[in-house]
T-cell receptor, first 114, second 113 residues
Framework: DQQVKQNSPSLSVQEGRISILNCDYTNSMFDYFLWYKKYPAEGPTFLISISSIKDKNEDGRFTVFLNKSAKHLSLHIVPSQPGDSAVYFCAASVLGAGSYQLTFGKGTKLSVIP | EAQVTQNPRYLITVTGKKLTVTCSQNMNHEYMSWYRQDPGLGLRQIYYSMNVEVTDKGDVPEGYKVSRKEKRNFPLILESPSPNQTSLYFC???FGGGANVLTFGAGSRLTVL
């Protein structure tokens, strides 16, 4: 059973507009969430994270929102730039249990059109 | 430069021929892990290690072995590769724990004929 779901395999957005990438999870024990970005021929790189005690975390153009009751998080990129074109992975972990495990979603490929 | 180094980056081999993908990190990280990425399946964990001589299975360990004899190295061993192990493999490391950000290697693309 997939515990972290990214239901949109791809997303296309015009440059300058907002990109919204969504992620749903089923395990209510998850208490820490991360987003990774991956360019072709490179490994994933960390983008932004959020703890379950928060509902929003912002870093420059990137904001992650967490809705615990809906078991949903989203990554907002404003404004979107062509260099943001990449695959974005949502990941979750159970920090409270001292877990070292990260569970990843399948990824969403973002294309920002100039 | 802090990094995770994987070798080889690309490999084509044949069924049954043992191979090892090496992984080395220079950040003194305790935690290391191997993932495979397949189309439509995302990143799936193969094995992980919380410290030297401590390893455990991830979600898809069948057909793989690992060892952690030194803190910096975490090789992935395919004793008898099969075509269903054709994939893109990533090694990653962190200081430990889910809150610690994983640093990934650049990936190793393996093709088993």
């Amino acid at each position: 059973d997939q515990q972290v779901k990214q239901n949109s395999p791809s997303l296309s957005v015009q440059e300058g507009r907002i990109s919204i990438l969504n992620c749903d999870y089923t395990n209510s024990m998850f208490d820490y969430f991360l987003w990774y970005k991956k360019y072709p021929a490179e490994g994933p790189t960390f983008l932004i994270s959020i703890s379950s005690i928060k509902d929003k975390n912002e870093d420059g153009r990137f904001t992650v929102f967490l809705n615990k009751s809906a078991k949903h998080l989203s990554l907002h990129i404003v404004p979107s730039q062509p260099g943001d074109s990449a695959v974005y992975f949502c990941a979750a972990s159970v920090l409270g249990a001292g877990s070292y495990q990260l569970t990843f979603g399948k990824g969403t490929k973002l294309s920002v059109i100039p | 430069e802090a990094q995770v180094t994987q070798n080889p980056r690309y490999l084509i081999t044949v069924t049954g021929k043992k191979l090892t993908v090496t992984c080395s990190q220079n950040m003194n990280h305790e935690y290391m892990s191997w993932y495979r990425q397949d189309p439509g399946l995302g990143l799936r964990q193969i094995y992980y290690s919380m410290n030297v001589e401590v390893t455990d299975k991830g979600d898809v360990p069948e057909g793989y072995k690992v060892s952690r004899k030194e803190k910096r190295n975490f090789p992935l061993i395919l004793e008898s590769p099969s075509p269903n192990q054709t994939s893109l493999y990533f090694c990653a490391s962190s200081f430990g724990g889910g809150a610690n950000v994983l640093t990934f290697g650049a990936g190793s693309r393996l093709t088993v004929l």
